[in-house]
Structure formats: structure tokens, C-alpha cells
């Protein structure tokens, strides 16, 4: 008889459902839209068929990358105008690739090649004009690069530049040869929860003269990657974006904190804030807030930023940004 109770007092343990989550408990996504990973397409040098090839079938798919430009460079300066009008508000973002990608002889030749490079991304694409910008130093350059790491990263502070991460080992049809290798990167990303990263210099051309360095085949191998990495992005499993909005998102998730104001029936107040400067880190974050069970959905305002969205399984996802400005959450009629 012992040994019945003892068992029904286990069971009863075991069935009873778990104590549901106050109602303004809030967590940050590790990642924009609560998603697992996050894959970062990267695009070297300004190769004709950037714009001509890949940009188009980014587009239509609706992912994005980032484009490091050389706008002294020759393949640059021949279309010049497509880069800095059409394609510059494409969507796609640009990073710093230094203007000529031929080095730097002295400390005041890498100011003028890399400031000169984030003088022209911020005077072409839309943006304030303080604001962070990708930066990838330039390979290939025979041993050409007279600065130190530190006075390198010095003149990246001075100009609000993130350094990407690196080349080796990410290099399309230098590292990463085949689909299989490059979608399992996209694959790693996900079950890591964390960010893998492609870096493309050209895309295959069938009716040009010449084909771009280390030049992806279409069919082959660029059309079939944009479509996988389509298909994870709609199943809410994959993040593809550019460099600096994935640091940003990072970063600030880093140091954010959210404060529950206060929390009843029909109304939840909250705070988010976050360690970073506000006029650099101006990216929203993904939270998920516990809402009372009777709602179906959710209303959301942060200052003049109102929004609804749907409740599932308790939780309201939404995007909100870190700062001073507070988060009202109601049920929404």
C-alpha cells in the first residue's frame, strides 16, 4: 500500500502541467525573429557580374548581402554610376574594402584608402551619415600592407568600422567548393544557433567575354544555394542578412535587460535596455512576452511605433528597441 501511494504521489508529480510563466515575463531572441541562425552572404571586390548576376537573384528572393566595394578599383570605376545609384538603395548593403585594394604604404595612405571608401558608402546609400559600416582588408596585395594591427584598429575605431570575420576557410571555390559544403554551413548555423558566413567574388556570366574571379556556376551551384537558404529563411529557421545588422543584433543582445514595469490583466509595461551607444546600435531586438491566456492577440506600442501581432502558446513576439523609450503590451480587441 506504501509503495501504491508512493507511486500515485510520483505520477501526480510527473502529469501535473508545469506552472505557467507570469504574465510579462520576457526573454530577447538570440537571434532577429527568434530564428536559430543566422547566415551571412558576403560579395568582394565590385565583379561585373554582382550586379549583373547575383544582386538580381537576390532580389527576387528577397535575401540580402553585403557588397565590399573598391571604388577606386578599374571594375568599380567602369560602372560607378550603376553602383552608386540603382544599385546603391537595392537593398543590398556595401562594406569597406579599401578604394583601390592595393594596400597601404604608410599609416596615412591606409587613412586615405579606407577613409576615403566609407566616405563614398556613406554618401551613396541611404543612412545617417555616423553609422557603423563592415569593413574586409584586402587580400591578395603581395605583402603590401606597411601598418600594424594596432594602428589598424585604430583608424577602424576612428572611423566606426567592424572588422568581418575572416577569409580562411569561407572563400567560395577556394575553401568551399561544392552545394553540399555550402549549405552545410548555412545547416551548422542553425543547429549551433549560431552565424556562418559565404565569401563570393564573381557568379558565373553566360554571355560575357571574360568570367569573374573564382566565378560561382549559376546553375550549378549560386541558384540552388539562394533557394536553400530561401526555403530555411521561410521556415523561420535561418536569419540571412549583412554583416552589420548581425553585429549589431549581437551586441546589443549582449548587455540588454528588460525590466517588467508592470504587469496585470489588461496591460504590461516593460523597459528595455541595452550597455551599447544608442546613435551606433539602433537595432531593434526580437522579445518574446508571456501574455495572459484568455488573449489572442497582442497590441504593441513603443512611442509613435505601434503594431499588432498574434499570440501562440502564451507568447507575444515583437521587435522593440533598446533605450529609454518604454514598451506597453495590451490585448488587442
Known amino acids: 500500500m506504501k509503495h501504491l501511494l508512493a507511486l500515485l504521489v510520483v505520477l501526480a508529480c510527473v502529469v501535473r502541467p508545469a506552472a505557467a510563466a507570469p504574465a510579462g515575463e520576457t526573454r530577447v531572441a538570440n537571434w532577429k525573429d527568434d530564428r536559430a541562425g543566422v547566415f551571412l552572404l558576403m560579395f568582394d571586390d565590385g565583379w561585373p557580374s554582382q550586379w549583373q ?12 548581402a553585403t557588397f565590399y566595394i573598391c571604388p577606386g578599383k578599374g571594375e568599380y570605376k567602369v560602372y560607378a554610376q550603376k553602383w552608386e545609384s540603382e544599385l ?27 577613409f576615403d571608401c566609407s566616405k563614398t558608402i556613406r554618401s551613396v546609400q541611404p543612412g545617417k551619415e555616423t553609422r557603423l559600416v ?10 603590401n600592407w606597411h601598418i ?38 548555412a545547416d551548422k548555423a542553425i543547429a549551433n544557433k549560431g ?3 559565404l565569401i563570393i567574388h564573381g557568379v558565373e556570366r553566360l554571355n560575357g567575354t571574360y568570367q569573374d574571379m573564382w566565378a560561382m556556376k549559376q546553375e550549378e551551384l549560386f541558384f540552388p544555394l539562394l533557394d536553400y537558404l530561401k526555403q530555411k529563411s521561410d521556415a523561420g529557421e535561418l536569419w540571412v542578412t549583412d554583416h ?7 551586441t546589443e543582445r549582449g548587455s540588454a535587460q528588460v525590466q517588467v514595469v508592470s504587469a496585470t490583466p489588461e ?3 516593460l523597459r528595455l535596455t541595452c550597455a551599447a551607444d544608442p546613435e551606433l ?19 504593441i506600442r513603443q512611442g509613435e511605433v505601434h503594431t499588432t501581432v498574434p499570440v501562440k502558446d502564451g507568447l507575444a513576439k515583437y521587435d522593440a528597441l533598446p533605450g529609454s523609450t518604454g514598451i506597453e503590451v495590451t490585448k488587442a480587441e
Not at 546603391?88 to 579606407?114: C, F, K, P, Q
Not at 583608424?155 to 569561407?170: A, C, M, N, V
Open 53 to 64: 548576376v547575383a544582386i538580381p537573384e537576390l532580389e527576387q528572393r528577397g535575401l540580402i
Open 88 to 114: 546603391a538603395a537595392s537593398g543590398m548593403v556595401y562594406g569597406n574594402h579599401t578604394m583601390t585594394h592595393r594596400g597601404v604604404s604608410d599609416l596615412d595612405n591606409a587613412r586615405e584608402e579606407i
Open 134 to 143: 563592415s569593413f574586409a582588408q584586402p587580400g591578395g596585395v603581395g605583402g
Open 148 to 185: 600594424t594591427d594596432d594602428e589598424l584598429a585604430q583608424l577602424l575605431k576612428e572611423d566606426h568600422l567592424i572588422s568581418r570575420p575572416p577569409f580562411q576557410g569561407h572563400g567560395a571555390m577556394y575553401h568551399v567548393k561544392t552545394l553540399p559544403d555550402m549549405t552545410a554551413m
Open 195 to 197: 552565424m556562418e558566413y
Open 244 to 250: 552589420i545588422s548581425q553585429h549589431k543584433y549581437e
Open 267 to 269: 496591460a504590461i509595461r
Open 281 to 299: 546600435y539602433d537595432l531593434p531586438l526580437t522579445l518574446l512576452t508571456h501574455v495572459p491566456a484568455d488573449w489572442k492577440t497582442a497590441a
